[in-house]
């Protein structure tokens, strides 16, 4: 379905991996700390643009590079705009800068309970105004956003939905009643368990222990029972190489599981998660980076894994997402790959209609091929009599021949037309009549 189309190598390991909502950006935040943007080459819809394209000549360009924290970088992502860009660090802090020039225009403290440093895991912009922020400890922070900055040195709530790290982050759609467009409800995944938390009242609910680490998360809209296809599911990623499906409002255990890496003892770890995107896809699919490094795309509606990619031989993949283009992009290891969907993967909806097209045409060439063999046959016979005494005697046998299997054919043909008549007509069946009833004549 998707062929690798460039391999992007790195100065260090891949711990994040971010996407440009509308332009072909790439930003990485790697193990050293440091915080990378690329552009990626564009498909255009120029002749000149595709040419280069095809040729390889297109190149990643690096907009900037810089050291954004002491420790490595752990999350990194855009806000909805693209406008902004947020980062978070084992040093502790949130920064937020250009993603045009790398300049830092706020920062804030991670806030710990404790007298040890509480490190960010992940962050998540829910919206304009607010910036979700989880850390080891399983604490959610919710950052106050003002003209996408900081507003204020410390959080403006903190929720505890999970004992241990939060592992995900998966923002609902909004309701029908929201005025704003922007969700205020989210999906946490933290050790065994799954959490759902409003932006007003805090925790709403928790799952049952699932006795398997909940990794990643992707909610697909449009799926659900038979009586609400519109409600949505969500898909979880676990550390035994299983997808569990949940049914959205019914968060208290999964309703149906998808085996994605069947291993004894359990699969690989299914590390990260995305939906596939609809124009790519008849059916409701999703993107999954596994823990050997490899990649794998499940059809959730027919419940099955349909290909299997390599992104990295040694390393997991660790991140993946579609670009503004439709191109996947997956990282992990030292390495960000690349990929476009295939050209023979994209359905043909008149490729049947030309196949009868050309099933026809055939037919029509073999029918005035024979028209032709026949004229030729009959223009070369009075050629070949006039030049040979003996032609014309085995012509006049072969025509003979043939005149008394036409005769011979044409009282077949009498014989069966005799047939059909019998049995048109009034036939004696006999006594028992043709239904074996025994009949006596001048009794009817």
């Not at 907009?63 to 490595?72: L, V």
């Not at 040890?116 to 962050?123: F, I, N, Y």
């Not at 106050?144 to 609902?172: E, Y």
Request: a negative charge; glycine letters at 10%; aromatic letters at 4%.
């Amino acid at each position: 379905m998707f062929e690798n189309l460039c391999t992007l190598p790195l100065s260090a390991d891949l711990f994040a991996q971010a996407l440009h909502p509308t332009e072909p950006v790439l930003g990485v935040g790697l193990a050293t700390g440091h915080v990378q943007c690329f552009r990626l080459p564009t498909t255009g819809s120029s002749a000149a643009e595709d040419e280069e394209l095809s040729d390889g000549k297109s190149t990643i360009d690096t907009i900037w590079r810089t050291r954004r924290h002491k420790g490595s970088c752990r999350s990194l992502v855009f806000n909805h705009d693209g406008s902004s860009l947020y980062s978070a660090g084992t040093d502790s802090l949130v920064k937020h800068f250009s993603p045009t020039t790398g300049q830092v225009i706020s920062k804030i403290a991670v806030p710990s309970s404790k007298s040890v440093p509480d490190s960010p895991t992940l962050l998540s912009a829910l919206s304009p105004q607010t910036l979700l922020l989880a850390c080891d400890s399983g604490v959610l922070h919710l950052l106050d956003l003002r003209d996408s900055a900081f507003a204020a040195s410390k959080p403006q709530q903190s929720h505890f939905p999970h004992d241990d790290f939060v592992s995900s982050l998966t923002p609902l759609p909004p309701s029908s009643e929201s005025t704003s467009g922007f969700s205020k409800q989210w999906i946490s995944t933290g050790g065994t368990t799954l959490a759902v938390t409003d932006l007003r009242r805090g925790v709403l609910v928790r799952s049952e222990d699932q006795e398997d680490e909940l990794l990643c998360a992707a909610f697909i809209a449009g799926m659900g029972p038979k009586k609400n296809r519109d409600n949505g599911v969500l898909a979880v990623g676990t550390g035994s190489g299983v997808v569990t499906l949940w049914d959205k409002g019914t968060w208290d255990d999964q309703f149906d599981r998808i085996v994605v890496d069947p291993a004894r003892g359990g699969g690989e770890s299914l590390d990260c998660m995305v939906q596939i995107p609809e124009e790519l896809s008849r059916d409701k699919k999703v993107a999954i980076g596994l823990g050997d490094g490899t990649l794998r795309l499940v059809n959730l509606t027919k419940r099955e894994v349909e290909t299997s990619l390599r992104h990295d031989d040694l390393e997991s993949t660790v991140a993946i997402g579609f670009d503004c283009q439709g191109r996947m992009i997956s990282g992990g290891g030292q390495t960000v790959k690349v990929w476009e969907e295939s050209a023979s993967a994209i359905p043909d909806e008149d490729e049947d209609d030309d196949d009868e097209d050309d099933e026809d045409d055939d037919s029509d060439k073999d029918r005035d091929d024979s028209s032709d063999e026949d004229d030729d046959s009959s223009a070369a016979a009075p050629r070949d009599a006039t030049n040979n005494k003996r032609n014309v005697s085995r012509q006049t046998r072969n025509d003979s021949d043939s005149d008394s299997d036409d005769s011979d054919s044409d009282a077949g043909q009498k014989r069966k037309k005799r047939r059909k008549k019998g049995k048109g007509g009034q036939v004696d069946l006999g006594p028992h009549g043709a239904h074996g009833i025994l009949k006596f004549k001048g009794l009817d």
